[in-house]
């Protein structure tokens, strides 16, 4: 029978190969927690779908709130990026 070789790795190799899943991770929990506090009611109408890369994109339920969510859009985006160390998010898109 062959011997296999174990590997060991030290500590901080294994929690820099995933530092940047967590903090994908918690910047979108913030984001679904901030989209509600943010927005209020108005969550009901504009639903964030998914994120990728600096872009939102959301669901419109209520197509009346569509010209309203594209009209405060910047204001929005400044809202949420005041809330992260690193301001990330660049643009919502309306699906």
Not at 39 to 48: E, N, P
Not at 66 to 88: A, G, Y
């Amino acid at each position: 029978m062959e011997n296999k070789k174990e590997i060991w790795h030290k500590s901080d190799e294994i929690k820099s190969s995933f530092s940047k899943f967590n903090s994908t991770i918690n910047r979108l929990i913030l984001l679904d927690v901030l989209w509600n506090k943010v927005l209020g009611r108005k969550a009901d109408y504009w639903v964030l779908d998914s994120v990728k890369g600096g872009s939102i994109y959301v669901k419109v339920t209520v197509m009346a709130a569509r010209h309203e969510l594209k009209l405060k859009e910047k204001e929005i985006i400044k809202e949420l990026n005041k809330n992260f160390n690193t301001p990330w998010i660049k643009q919502i898109f309306i699906i």
